[in-house]
């Protein structure tokens, strides 16, 4: 973070530029920016300490609060927004959950930013002992949170290392945290997967909007398709898109986005990626796969290979794994990269890879 930010950027694109060294057919595009603070919509902050004196942050090595009210990465609007959890944790006499004890009942509360100022809001409990006060407390929570918010409670009954539970009870009337990304309606369910970067999210979908504009294909498949942010911004009339996800969720979502924008021909499906492309019997002009860090597996690209893909986008938040399928692709042609600063202050990043099928 001591680094000034140039100096970060060309170092990940550097670091890009020698992973992918051996594609020599390879292009960088000029990397794509972000803010270097407050960039992240998302603050997933452990509760800690006590009711009358809790911290909103992480856990040390010993299991013991450290409060980052004030991290400077997070959206300033979600920092404002951490006085009235607080507020409410103390109003309400919730028990902050002691890790190396294994007592107490609030364990996380959980905060996504919409671009249009909405937010989520989700307390994670150990158990219902607290719910009825959260139930009860809505409409004085809600007079604090900007309008068109969304307010759940999630129950993770068991101690281990995750952030939430399968259990999710809604709140409020609304349902979905509403994005506006590039004029495109996107929804997010509480249990569902947003990029943290809400600016670096929107360049990411038009990139591959306009990489699939210029072949012009009938046809697209969006794997790994989250709550359908390429499979939204790359449909239109004449052209069938599917979404592909395994998270009921995200697919849930998708499908109100696709309805409010009259997409008849866009589908999404809960599938895993490779089983879908395996099954499907048939092939699209285009795939755009985003898959998670360990990329996409063997069969799938070897699957790829031998279809009748002609134009394939690869978004990567790991370019270690994308080289090696990168490989893996031997009938395909890396033509365009271009490095996407997701995750700026840390040696994180996205890269996008725009591909061709060989001739024959």
Not at 118 to 128: C, D, G
Not at 253 to 268: C, L, Q, V
């Amino acid at each position: 973070m001591t680094v000034p930010y140039a100096r970060q950027l060309q170092a990940k694109v550097e670091d890009c530029q020698h992973l992918l060294a051996d594609f020599d057919t390879l292009k960088f595009l000029p990397a794509q920016p972000s803010n270097e603070q407050g960039f992240r919509n998302k603050a997933k902050m452990v509760i800690s300490g006590t009711t009358q004196a809790p911290t909103i942050g992480i856990l040390d090595t010993e299991g013991h609060g450290v409060d980052l009210r004030n991290c400077g990465v997070i959206a300033p609007t979600l920092r404002t927004l951490l006085p009235v959890i607080e507020r409410f944790i103390k109003e309400l006499k919730l028990i902050p959950y002691d890790v190396p004890k294994r007592k107490g009942e609030l364990k996380h509360v959980i905060l996504t930013l919409s671009d249009t100022g909405a937010v989520m809001v989700r307390w994670v409990l150990r158990t219902k002992k607290h719910f009825v006060a959260l139930r009860d407390s809505l409409p004085q929570f809600l007079e604090l949170l900007p309008h068109h918010s969304v307010v759940s409670v999630n129950f993770l009954p068991e101690h281990k290392a995750v952030l939430e539970g399968e259990e999710e009870i809604i709140l409020t009337r609304r349902t979905t945290l509403e994005f506006g990304l590039n004029g495109v309606p996107m929804h997010l369910r509480p249990q569902g997967f947003f990029q943290t970067n809400t600016e670096i999210a929107a360049a990411l979908y038009r990139q591959a909007r306009q990489w699939i504009d210029d072949v012009e294909p009938e046809s697209v498949w969006d794997l790994y398709s989250g709550v359908g942010g390429f499979a939204l911004h790359t449909a239109g009339e004449g052209r069938t898109v599917y979404g592909i996800e395994t998270s009921e969720e995200a697919v849930a979502a998708a499908k109100i986005s696709a309805e409010s924008m009259g997409f008849t021909d866009a589908h999404f499906v809960v599938s895993d990626a490779t089983e879908f492309a395996l099954n499907a019997g048939w092939a699209p002009d285009a795939v755009i796969v985003n898959p998670p860090r360990r990329g996409i597996s063997a069969e799938l690209s070897q699957w790829l290979n031998k279809s009748d893909v002609q134009h394939l986008i690869y978004s990567s938040c790991n370019a270690k794994s994308l080289a090696r399928d990168l490989e893996r692709l031997e009938n395909y042609t890396p033509r365009v990269a271009r490095v996407m600063d997701m995750f700026p202050q840390t040696d994180h990043y996205e890269v996008m890879v725009k591909l061709e099928r060989k001739s024959s």
